[in-house]
């Protein structure tokens, strides 16, 4: 098949949603399809190889702002256009983003989702007359719901079958203030017809836009994220713990309130103020933007007042390689998140180093860890529930070992970027004629 990605870049921020398209790109290759990447806005940070080569960015981050601003700049000359769209100036762009204000945020997301109507309808001409330049492409993927505006315009112009992926969109729209939020999810709720298929990480996210969005069950599929076992492959088993050495505690993913970095911060103080466990170390690792670092500054301030600070280390916006090597180095992980997400990479990435994980019984973690038994689940999302889920679970090496061993099988046997990639080829091979 000839198949079109497009995916919104994220500039100097790691982006969940970017790691996991482009390993998506890069296996249907390797399975015979011919798969373009087309990124959007900011280039894309990724910790592994880039799948983008020379295909330009389109919807440019700086004409998407100028174009939201100004109507008089929607009908500048396109040299302008295609010099603020230089590689150069989309980096410059990209330490601005942080800066952005929820209402214009929440204004452009509205004008995006209206697509040919909006105001970045210029955009979307040029991106279609770009791609009609191609062969004929048998089915264009969305990265996310918040894309859903350009379903229309791609059909009619290409002949195409659209299909839109879900992302955890549901806490995003439902963080942008009024009137922004209620007219964010009418314009998605109107162009959600335009799309042939949606597919969801996860039952539990599919369920939740079905009833939000009033989607048909069989207009969407569930097909689990996957991820590259590069690095992971080559990690020798993990040893148990011996009485009295280290222990770690581990946080993987954005350090920002929604992703319950606090709750694992403080559920570490309660572990070590209750003496069972004098030898806990907490890591933290994961993407640490210009927003977060408040936040970041704050829970260090804490820490230190609490005589701990020594006892945890920061690994903020790391390599691949370290990724790998961060998972392995924990005993286990906790992301209890607070948001809506559609799945978590972070989940089966931790359990692809035999790292086992005690999460909140919340939105897709019970759905994740009964298919893989790889971790445990600690019932509301407290620190105080987590710390007393963790007690025992730390103390007990050889049950460790054993969700460990369970997670890691069950991520290389059915969480691959492979398995990913054949199962999204197959259902889109059932809606071509």
């Known amino acids: 098949m000839n198949l079109i990605q497009i995916t919104p870049g994220a500039g100097g921020m790691y982006c969940g949603n970017c790691f996991r398209d482009n390993a998506l790109v890069a296996a249907l290759r390797r399975q015979g399809h011919d798969t373009l990447m087309v990124p959007l806005y900011l280039p894309m940070t990724l910790d592994e190889t880039s799948t983008v080569a020379q295909t330009p960015t389109f919807f440019g981050g700086i004409n998407v702002f100028l174009d939201q601003k100004s109507a008089l700049y929607r009908g500048a000359p396109s040299w302008l256009r295609q010099l603020l769209d230089s590689p150069a100036l989309l980096k410059w762009a990209a330490g601005k983003t942080a800066k952005t204000r ?3 945020v929440g204004e452009l997301t509205v004008s995006m989702l209206q697509g040919e109507q909006g105001n970045q309808a210029r955009d979307l001409e040029e991106m279609v007359s770009w791609l ?5 492409i048998d089915a264009v993927y969305l990265s996310n719901a918040l894309l859903a505006g350009f379903a229309r315009q791609l059909k009619e112009a290409l ?3 659209v299909i839109c992926f879900l992302q955890s969109e549901e806490s995003f729209l439902d963080s942008l203030p009024d009137p922004w939020r209620a007219q964010a999810w009418a314009a998605l709720k109107a162009r959600a017809a335009d799309l042939d298929l949606w597919i969801s990480p996860s039952r539990y996210f599919a ?7 009033g989607l048909s069950p069989e207009r969407l599929q569930v097909v689990p994220n996957g991820i590259s076992l590069e690095g992971y492959d080559s990690l020798p088993r993990r040893k148990a713990t011996q009485p009295g050495e280290p222990v770690t505690l581990g946080f993987f993913a954005r350090m920002c309130p929604e992703k319950g970095l606090d709750t694992v911060v403080d559920a570490f103080i309660r572990l070590r103020q209750g003496k069972r466990l004098p030898h806990l170390r907490l890591k933290i690792g994961g993407g640490c933007g210009p927003s977060d670092e408040k936040f970041v500054a704050v829970l260090r301030q804490k820490l230190a007042a609490a005589g701990l600070l020594d006892e945890v280390s920061f690994h903020p ?4 390689e370290e990724k790998v090597a961060f998972y392995a180095s924990c005993d286990v992980l906790s992301v209890p998140a607070k948001m809506s997400e559609s799945f978590g990479l972070y989940v089966i990435e931790s359990m692809a180093a035999a790292t086992p994980l005690v999460q909140p019984d919340a939105i897709t973690y019970p759905e994740l860890i009964a298919a893989t038994g790889g971790g445990v689940l600690c019932g509301p999302n407290t620190a105080e529930a987590l710390a007393t889920t963790l007690a025992p ?5 050889a049950r460790l070992r054993a969700l460990g061993d369970a997670g890691r099988e069950a991520v290389f046997s059915r969480y691959t970027d ?3 990639a054949g199962e999204i080829a197959n259902v889109t091979r059932r809606l071509l004629p």
Do not use: A, H, Y
């Open 102 to 104: 929820p209402d214009d």
């Open 132 to 136: 009609k330049q191609l062969p004929r």
């Open 159 to 161: 002949g195409t079958k």
């Open 207 to 213: 369920d939740r836009m079905i009833e939000r969005l």
């Open 317 to 320: 916006n790391v390599s691949r």
């Open 393 to 397: 679970l730390l103390l007990d090496p």
């Open 418 to 420: 492979e398995v990913m």
